[in-house]
Nanobody
C-alpha cells in the first residue's frame, strides 16, 4: 500500500514563504497527475495546484502568481512553493496522486498564516 507523506507545514507570518513536500513510500506507476489540495475549517476541500505527468500545471485563481508546484519523477516527490502567504491561505494541505485505478491521499499538513 502506497503512502504519501507531507512535510513542511507550520506557522508563518503574512507575506512569508513555506515549501511543502510530498513523498511516496513506494513506487507509483502511470501517474496521471499530482496535486495539492487544502481544507480550511468549515470549508470544503479545494484544489490548490496540480501537475500532470506531461508537466502541465493548473492553479486555483487565489494562488496564481504566488504558489508554484513542481515534481521530481526520479524521487517521486511533489513540492509546493508558497510565497506571499496570506491569512486566508491557512488550512490543512493535502497531497494527492491519481492514476488508473488509484487515488492516493496524504494525511495532511497544517499551514497557519498569522502575525
Amino acid at each position: 500500500q502506497v503512502q504519501l507523506v507531507e512535510s513542511g507545514g507550520g506557522l508563518v507570518q503574512p507575506g512569508g514563504s513555506l515549501r511543502l513536500s510530498c513523498a511516496a513510500s513506494g513506487s507509483i506507476f502511470n501517474i496521471y497527475a499530482r496535486g495539492w489540495y487544502r481544507q480550511a475549517p468549515g470549508k470544503q476541500r479545494e484544489l490548490v495546484a496540480a501537475i500532470t505527468s506531461g508537466g502541465s500545471t493548473n492553479y486555483a485563481d487565489s494562488v496564481k502568481g504566488r504558489f508554484t508546484i513542481s515534481r521530481d519523477n526520479a524521487k517521486s516527490t511533489v513540492d509546493l512553493q508558497m510565497n506571499s502567504l496570506k491569512p486566508e491561505d491557512t488550512a490543512v494541505y493535502y497531497c494527492n496522486v491519481i492514476g488508473p485505478g488509484y487515488d492516493f491521499w496524504g494525511q495532511g499538513t497544517q499551514v497557519t498564516v498569522s502575525s
